[in-house]
Every structure is written in C-alpha cells, then in structure tokens.
C-alpha cells in the first residue's frame, strides 16, 4: 500500500457513523462500531493492513464484540463468613455493625471515648477500628476528649451527627466507700476498672438521659451503637440492657439489631463473693439503635405491649385453627 498504516486508520474511521457526513452515508455504507472500538483492536487493522486488505474490507470483515467485565462473585454466606449476633472480639462486632449498618464507614461520634480502647491497634483485636472525629467523655482521659457533663445536653446542634457509640458504666458501687477511695487490693477490681453508678438509680437515670439525648443529635435515619451489660447488685437482678431496649423504644429509636460479646473471663471479686446466687455474666450487648420513627412503629415493643393489652381486653384474640 501506498499509504502508511496511521492513514489506514484515517481511512477505517472516516468510515464509521459517528464520523460520516451526512452526504457519506447517502452513497456509502458506514459502520456503527466506535473509535474506541477500532483503538482496542490495532492488532487486528495492523494485519489487515499488511496483507494488502481495504479499509472498507478491513471493517466489513471485522466482528468485534467488547468484552464482557467479569463480574467479581461475592462469597457464598457460610459459617465462616456470615455475620453472627455473638462474638469473643468486640472490634469484630463493631466491624460487623460499620457494614451492615454505617455503609463500611467509620463512626463519627464516641461520647464515652475514655482511654479509645475501641481504636486502633490493640493487642487481640482482629480489626482495627478507626477513631471517631468527634470524641467525648465525662471523665475524658486524654487531651483530644471533649468533657461533657451528666443530664448536661451534648454540645452537638440537632441531627447534625450520623452515628454515636456509647458504652456506659454498668457496675453499682459507691465512689466515697473506705475501699474505694484508699483502692483497697482485690476490693472493687470491676468498679476500679470500668467506673460505676452509685445508687443503681443513677445508672437508670443515664441511660433513660443520654439515649434521648443522642437520639436528639442524631441525623435521620443515623445510628447510635449502645453497649450494655446486664448487672447484679445487693443481690438484686438489674436488667440494664433489657432497660435501654425499652428506652429506646420510648424515644422511638428503631431497635435495628443487637449483638452479644462473650468474654474468655471475667474479674472475679473473691473478698465479695462466698456462695454464688446468681449466675456470673459473661456477656454485655451492642445494640444498633436507628432514628428512624417510620420503621419503628412497625415492631417497636411499647407499641406491641400496648396492642398485646388492648387485643386480649378485648376479646381480639388470635385463634388456633
């Protein structure tokens, strides 16, 4: 051929519909593949070229087809890979709930950040969660913390944050006791460790108090990731996780899901304990609590209490058949 190869590339596009005139394709016929098309496949235009075939030959023997992107293939849910309600590790959980429910993202909000011990790198996490932009604490342990104040309301403006971690006290314990101030050895090992309410009053009063205020923070349909443990104290059962539940429903947040951490151990209080009369708890809950009032009226539990009573008063009952 007389012409060089990128003149035979001229020539093959001057022949394609996208670049005809009008008046070229009243006489001639022309191609609807795109100069794309005939860039990714040079190969095949180059070998034309050399054995001496036409442009107009080139592309009416040309029967491109793009290929087809494989589409990557999630993994079959096993026992493996499926997320559970239970966990040893409690960066899995919070990992488990940043997918399922925060679209993979990190939390924005942690208003009990304390020394960040959900963050990070830490030794025996299987994840490392990454530190929320807003931190703050009642008893803030490092510089970067916001103080805040009990039944004080956040320094945060109305649904202006799209997810808050929480993970208040849950041991009843007086701060002023002889064996707490001079931290007598072996005595009050868990209150020491995790802080505490004193009366267990107080720690109603907290959750009631800071669910209803994160809920007021929270942008619509943002969550709040609420742990809790169950307790016992004077040899009472105080079901404090049972009791956020049921505040949750009060504010109307829509109870999304709740996990269980199981520990490996547990501090035991020997000095305390000489015959055992409730069972010792190994695990505390994360809940997944959404502002979200449509979704909630659906199943919220003070609703269904409400139904339940109305139902059976009345006769409007279901029955067996």
Known sequence: MNFTFEEYIKDVKSQLECNASEEYKKKYVVYTYSNEDVDNNLDY???????????YKALLLFSYKPKE????????????????????????ILKWIMDLYNDGQPFECDITASELKFYGKRQGNKYEIPVPKILMDVFPMK???IKITPFKK?????????SIVCDLPFVCSPKTCKSVVEKKEGSNLISNRFS?????????ENIYWWINECKR?????????????????????HL???????????????????????????????????????ARKYTSDFWVLRKDPKRDIKTNILIKLQECK????????WEIK
């Open 196 to 204: 505490s309410w004193y009366p267990m009053q107080e720690g109603y």
């Open 240 to 278: 404090l996780s049972v009791f956020s539940a049921v505040c949750a429903a009060d504010a109307g947040l829509y109870i999304h899901d709740v996990f269980s951490l199981e520990a490996k151990a547990r501090l035991i209080s020997a000095s305390k304990i000489k015959k055992q009369q409730h």
């Open 217 to 237: 923070v929270l942008k619509p349909n943002g969550i709040l990731v609420w742990k809790m443990q169950n307790s016992v104290s004077g040899g009472l059962q």
């Open 310 to 317: 109305n139902n059976v008063y009345e006769g409007k009952v």
């Open 154 to 162: 956040l320094p945060l403006e109305d649904n202006s944050v799209s």
């Open 69 to 92: 992107e494989k589409v990557k293939k999630e993994p079959e849910l096993n026992n493996s890979n499926v997320i559970k309600n239970i966990s040893t590790d409690q960066s899995e």
């Open 143 to 145: 510089d970067e913390i």
């Open 45 to 55: 235009f180059k070998k034309m070229y050399d054995d001496g075939y036409s442009a």
